[in-house]
Structures are given as structure tokens and as C-alpha cells.
């Protein structure tokens, strides 16, 4: 099977890049938020055990992170 060459532009196309829109942004942020939400009421359920801190803790800074960038894509 013999390949084929790609035709390059003479410069870079850097307005035909696939972004994200703020409202999917926001979506995608919204997803990861209640799927953490949902890992920290899990780990509630388990009675809080001392194996489980130092996951609580992180999913608590990685939800307030989210939670901020969220709210700012919301203004």
C-alpha cells in the first residue's frame, strides 16, 4: 500500500483549532465535579476510615479547583 503525502499549508492554521466553547468547557467541568462528589460521598459512607484521608483531602482540593474554575467560566 503506497502512502500518500499530506498537503502542508504554507503556515500554521492556528485558527482552525478544535477548541472547546466555554458552555462544553463548563460541562466537562460539571461531569468531573459530580463524579467527585459521588467518590466523597462513597468515601462518607465507609465511616471515614484513616486509610481514606489523605484521598478525602486531595479530592476536596481537586473539587475546590473545579468548583473555581466552573464558577468562572459561569461569569
Known amino acids: 500500500m503506497a ?6 499549508l504554507p503556515q500554521d ?6 477548541l472547546l466553547t466555554r458552555q462544553e468547557a ?6 468531573k465535579i459530580d463524579e467527585i ?3 466523597l460521598a462513597e468515601l ?3 465511616g471515614g476510615a ?3 484521608e489523605p484521598e478525602t483531602a ?8 473545579l468548583q473555581n474554575a466552573h464558577a468562572a467560566l459561569q461569569n
Do not use: M, P, V, Y
Open 44 to 46: 462518607g459512607k465507609a
Open 26 to 31: 463548563a460541562g466537562r467541568l460539571a461531569e
Open 58 to 65: 486531595e479530592l476536596n482540593r481537586r473539587l475546590a479547583a
Open 3 to 8: 502512502e500518500s503525502r499530506i498537503e502542508q
Open 13 to 18: 492554521d492556528w485558527f482552525d483549532q478544535d
Open 37 to 39: 462528589t459521588g467518590r
Open 50 to 52: 484513616a486509610d481514606a
